[in-house]
């Protein structure tokens, strides 16, 4: 089984007009899957990209619910406005993949998981292990949550394969980003890391300074990479450009283009 995360800034301009959707982009990843599935099981996550985040940063859903009525009743309307946005994101993802003959299958991912400070508390696998012992592609995404300590707070979709990777142990999971791969430094900057082992990881993140965040409510590439950490536990772990036709591809393959993490 192979899990894909399709990453905010792959179908979405996070910087563009709300909620804007390359639909050419997820049709070619959908294209791809195509080609190997039902060989391979899939399970496929995506990130918020320019639905999610803004709405979550508006209404300062990672800060939780206070005490004062007034302000935790705004964030409970933005904790279900955000989730109205990924749910909007996720149609058409479903939208793309079923055209291809791909039996892709909604799954909230504030409906499975419980988080704690963020971090998943627990999660409900058995209905993602049913789906795709019928032959399913569930798509989950980053979404928000019901939290332990805080009330609310946002869970992000690399989180979520973390502990996915840790209970299903996929034979790969494949991050497709912006980018080529993960850089040595920032992109155009440093140099494209094509193979790196986990026990690099924790010198790469001192060497980044784990400044990428950007606009990310979650996290950026630091977050990214602390997952990846974890995955590699369990998994071969990919990062790939998810923009660039084939790319997917050669990951699933094996022999593709793009940074590779092996435990
Ligand atoms: N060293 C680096 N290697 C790779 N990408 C980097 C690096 N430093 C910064 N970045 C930036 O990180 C971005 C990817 O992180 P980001 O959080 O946007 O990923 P995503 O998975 O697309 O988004 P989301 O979390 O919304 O799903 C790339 O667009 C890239 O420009
Ligand atoms: C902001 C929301 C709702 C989801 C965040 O998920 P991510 O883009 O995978 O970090």
Redesign the pocket.
Known sequence: MIIV??????FSD?KGEPENFDHETVRNIAKEIAKFYPRENFIVV????SFG?PEAKKYGIRDGLPEDWETANFRRIGFTETHQAMLRANSEFIKAFVREGLPAFSVSTSSVFITENGEVAYGDLEVVERLLELGFIPVLF?DVSIDLAKGIDIL???QIITYLAKMLEPDKVI?L???D???????GE?GLIQSLSRAEIGSLLER?HCT???T?V????C??LEEAKKIAEHSEVW?VNGKVPGRLSGAIRGDGFGTRIKG
Do not use: W
């Not at 995360?5 to 792959?10: F, P, R, Y």
């Open positions: 995360k399709v990453g905010g800034s792959v996070k995506h990130g918020g990209g985040h980053g992000s979709g690399d991050f980003m912006d980018v791969g993960i850089y040595d430094g920032k992109p440093g980044l990428a965040a950007g990310d979650t996290g950026g590439i977050n990214k990062f």
